[in-house]
Structure formats: structure tokens, C-alpha cells
């Protein structure tokens, strides 16, 4: 059996100094996903609550604008019928004016 080669030392702490760089740039980039990663989370919940509450206004707004327009709906409707109304009184004036007319044609 032949004997083993020496070991090298230097190439031995080399490998140790390289691992441990790799390593702590691994650990850093690793931090430094976690903390993007909570950066995103805070984010994503901050937008839900955003767009949550713009779903809760809009909702109001076009219950509002529905009522709003039921509100005018009748009003519509109540003044068309003011408004047959004053077409019926308008053909009683008339045939009173046609009246008085005749009435002064006779006198």
C-alpha cells in the first residue's frame, strides 16, 4: 500500500474561507428574501384593505344613486299626474273661453 499524500493545509483553509463566504452570502441572501417577502405580505394586506374599502363605498354610492333614482322615479310619476291634471283643466278653460265667446257674439 502506498502512503497516502500529505495534506495540504492551505488548500484545506482555502476551502474552509470559500465556505464560509458561500455560506454567509446564502444567510444573506436569504434575509434579504425574507424581508422582501414580509415587505410583500404587508403589501398584499394593505391593498386588500384598500380594496376592500373601496367595495364598501361603492357599494354605498350605488345604493345611494339607486335611491336616489326611486326618489326621482316617483317624483316623475307624481308630477306627470299633475300634469294630466292641468291638461284636463286646460280643455275646461277652453270650452269656458268657447262660452264666454259665444256668450259675447250673443250679447
Not at 474561507?17 to 434579504?32: G, K, M, Q, S
Not at 415587505?39 to 380594496?51: G, H, P, R
Not at 354610492?61 to 283643466?89: F, G, M, W, Y
Amino acid at each position: 500500500m502506498e502512503p497516502a499524500p500529505p495534506l495540504d493545509l492551505k488548500l484545506f483553509q482555502t476551502l474552509q474561507t470559500r465556505a464560509d463566504d458561500l455560506f454567509n452570502d446564502l444567510n444573506n441572501v436569504a434575509e434579504r428574501l425574507q424581508a422582501q417577502m414580509k415587505n410583500m405580505a404587508a403589501i398584499t394586506v394593505e391593498s386588500s384593505n384598500i380594496y376592500k374599502e373601496t367595495v364598501e363605498h361603492l357599494s354605498k354610492e350605488v345604493s345611494l344613486c339607486t335611491s336616489q333614482t326611486v326618489q326621482l322615479i316617483t317624483q316623475c310619476d307624481e308630477l306627470d299626474k299633475d300634469l294630466a291634471q292641468l291638461h284636463a283643466l286646460s280643455r275646461q278653460i277652453k270650452t269656458i273661453d268657447k262660452a264666454l265667446d259665444q256668450l259675447q257674439q250673443a250679447i
